[in-house]
């Protein structure tokens, strides 16, 4: 390929001392992913997958080695900025959903959009529109104890998105979840990488998922031992499940947002309301959520 | 994240921890009305000692005196002139001061003063009835109370009845010399001295060849006091004013208040604890939340500043609970004590405001509630700003 990687990783590696002895989570490890990629990382407990991936999000630094994100080396990145790395670039979903249980599904939409500086309205219609395309309209001022699995991990995968980000980690979101949730969940990740071209990392433990991926990362003792491209990566409605769920209707997937007139037009007529999502295709990270990320900073160097 | 959103969040988790919430802005109640109530009772008997001891009209005084025969030799008329001409200057009154004895009282020596009738305010004088002289050269006397006593006689009965006064003192050249004047006692001052004082018209004593006694200057108004009296001394005279005592008077009071609300301020020390226990608690209980908003974007600042705002607002809402409280039940107390005051004693013995509270002590206490409580709530916040999103997601 001669597109440039959105995550090169190199040589990466990282330590824990548990007491006096040495866990090594990670060893070496280098790998490329590109824009729009299905990525799913596959190993056996404690091989290193959630370590790699919250050290994508900048959650952690590494032992050695680099993570470089559209070129950008997370390393050199202050608190500040590798808070803005998650809010921007990274949309996070967890296998216990993380929802703040003191707020309601709307506030916790909406909330990577708080930090952003994004104003009360705004925030909330772009929330709103995430809801309906997780087909949560119903819920939205329920606190997430008021919902079942499936449904929180629904409204993790809105927050997610929330700010537009290139890429989404996914590290075990089907994990607590019963096998319907877990089908509506993997029809969203997917019908989210197939309809709006972000790129998809997840994280899971169940062989039934890695026919939706490009490319196959398999782990083994904090090491890639193997990664196995896809070429025929099947979505959802082509393995003829029952297509029984709201969210299973491919168009339901399109974004309709306040942001769709600040968007250049793109030849795939199709996508494009769902194409406003992806800063990364047309190189303009001028969005809604960038325009307002710039006035945060230049009221942060006020500080 | 803007400040309105941090406002949002914090108050929405005090709103959601309402007993919790209660109590921690209680603590502060307590602390901030304990030294308001204490504080403005300080400054309300500090105003109403100065109200009962000195009358407004003697802070207006200032009073050039002799230390030598020498200076008294300048007290004179002209300097009368003289000072009369300095701006903002109301009245300019000399007097004289002799001993006396009188005919029939062996052995009684009362002080005698000559002052210019119209001026008794100058002197803070005030008469059981309120008479003055009759005229600028009338033979009359007013005594005080120690004097009636000593004449043996009846604070009503001696009113109108004439004493042979022999005065000494008349002459600055000659010692010996004397004058023998009859006086009648037109009133009785209201007053408490242990001397025996009369006071007699400034100008039954004008054939005198007497140096004054003293000029007393006074000014239009208060304030105007310290300029004149840089003016008075600036031309070599030596001045007193009223405004020392008061200055001692203040100064005792400074003390007091000061140990009043330092008090208080062991009551808000607690508050402050109990405002630094809370948020350590909800720092506790809110570890994966904070968790979460580092994994989804939020900075360490915003998490710091979310507990920050909790902390502030608790200290806003106990600053200006506690005033209000501190301020009613002080409110409260003087009316309850007027009303006894008033039913037990004379209407003179009411003492009125008890309690005094300043503009600027409202505004300061309301803002230092703040502070105390922002400042207890600084190593909570900062913990939440440092906590590791990775340990906090694993609270689960
Ligand atoms: N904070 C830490 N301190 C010490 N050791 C750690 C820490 N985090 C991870 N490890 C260790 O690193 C190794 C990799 O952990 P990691 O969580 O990445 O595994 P995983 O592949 O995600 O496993 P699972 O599938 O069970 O989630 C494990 O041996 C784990 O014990
Ligand atoms: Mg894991």
New binding site residues.
């Given amino acids: 390929m001669a597109k440039a990687p959105v995550i090169k990783i190199n040589n990466l590696s990282?330590k824990?001392?548990?007491g006096d002895v040495e866990?090594?989570?990670?060893q070496s490890v280098s790998l490329e992913i590109y824009s729009g990629e299905f990525i799913v990382?596959f190993?056996?407990?404690?091989?290193?997958?959630?370590?790699?991936?919250?050290m994508i999000a900048g959650l952690?630094p590494p032992s050695t080695g680099s993570i470089l994100i559209r070129g950008e080396d997370l390393a050199k990145l202050n608190s500040n900025e590798l808070a803005q790395h998650r809010r921007t670039k990274i949309g996070m979903v967890f296998?216990a959903f993380n929802l703040i249980q003191t707020m309601n599904v709307i506030e916790n939409i909406s909330l990577p959009l708080a930090f952003a500086r994004i104003s009360k309205g705004r925030r909330i219609k772009r929330a709103e529109n995430l809801l309906e395309v997780v087909g949560m309209s119903k819920y939205k001022n329920r606190a997430p104890n008021q919902l079942s699995g499936g449904q929180q991990q629904r409204i993790a995968i809105a927050r997610s998105l929330v700010a537009n980000p290139w890429i989404i980690l996914a590290?075990?979101p089907t994990g607590n979840l019963d096998s319907k949730s877990a089908d509506d969940v993997m029809r969203l990740l997917v019908s989210l990488n197939r309809k709006s071209k972000r790129t998809v990392i997840l994280?899971t433990?169940n062989p039934d998922y890695l026919q939706f991926a490009d490319r196959v990362f398999y782990?083994q003792d904090?090491k890639v031992i193997k990664v196995e491209a896809n070429a025929h990566a099947v979505t959802f409605n082509e393995k003829g499940k029952s297509a029984t769920s709201s969210a299973s209707k491919e168009d339901d997937f399109v974004i309709d947002d306040d942001t769709k007139d600040e968007v250049p037009d793109k030849p795939n007529t199709e996508e494009t309301k769902a194409a406003s999502d992806i800063p990364e295709e047309n190189g303009n990270t001028e969005n809604t959520t960038g325009e307002s990320e710039n006035k945060e900073e230049e009221v942060e160097a006020k500080n | 994240m803007r400040i309105i959103d941090v406002l949002r969040i914090a108050v929405g988790n005090l709103m959601r921890n309402k007993l919790r919430t209660f109590l921690t802005v209680s603590g502060v109640v307590v602390g901030i009305s304990t030294i308001v109530f204490l504080v403005t009772l300080g400054f309300g008997l500090q105003n109403l000692v100065i109200r009962k001891t000195t009358n407004l009209e003697a802070l207006k005084v200032i009073t050039l005196n002799s230390k030598n025969k020498e200076e008294s030799k300048n007290l004179n008329s002209t300097l009368v002139q003289k000072l009369q001409d300095i701006p903002n200057v109301d009245v300019v009154t000399p007097s004289y001061y002799f001993s006396a004895s009188i005919d029939g009282y062996e052995g009684l020596a009362p002080a005698i003063y000559a002052i210019e009738s119209g001026h008794f305010e100058v002197y803070d004088l005030k008469t059981k009835n309120g008479k003055q002289f009759t005229n600028e050269t009338a033979k009359e006397i007013i005594v005080n109370k120690k004097l009636v006593d000593d004449l043996k006689e009846d604070q009503n009965q001696i009113i109108g009845k004439s004493f042979k006064f022999k005065i000494t003192g008349i002459s600055q050249d000659d010692s010996t010399k004397t004058m023998d004047v009859e006086l009648k006692v037109v009133d009785v001052l209201n007053d408490e001295s242990p001397g025996k004082i009369g006071y007699s018209p400034f100008k039954v004593f004008a054939d005198t060849n007497s140096n004054y006694y003293n000029i007393k200057v006074k000014v239009k108004n208060q304030e105007l006091l310290p300029e004149v009296k840089k003016i008075i001394e600036s031309m070599g005279f030596s001045t007193s004013v009223i405004k020392n005592q008061l200055g001692a008077i203040n100064l005792a009071f400074a003390i007091i208040n000061g140990l009043l609300g330092a008090f208080g301020m062991v009551a808000l020390f607690v508050a402050a604890i109990g405002i630094f226990n809370t948020m350590t608690i909800s720092l506790l209980e809110r570890t994966h939340e904070i968790g979460i908003m580092k994994a989804i974007g939020g900075r360490d600042k915003d998490c710091s500043r979310i507990f920050t705002a909790e902390a502030a607002t608790i200290g806003l809402m106990g600053g200006a609970f506690g005033m209000t409280c501190g301020w009613g039940i002080g409110r409260l107390l003087e009316v309850i004590i007027n009303f006894l005051a008033s039913k037990a004693g004379p209407a003179d013995q009411v003492p009125g405001h008890l309690f005094y509270t300043p503009p600027i002590f409202t505004i300061g206490v309301v803002v230092f509630a703040f502070l105390v409580s922002t400042f207890a709530g600084i190593w909570p916040a900062r913990r939440a700003s440092k906590l590791n999103p990775?340990?906090a997601l694993?609270y689960e």
């Fill in positions: 990282k824990f001392m548990l866990v090594q989570a990670l990382f190993g056996v407990s404690g091989c290193g997958k959630s370590t790699l991936m919250s952690q296998q590290d075990e994280i433990h782990m904090g | 990775l340990e694993r």
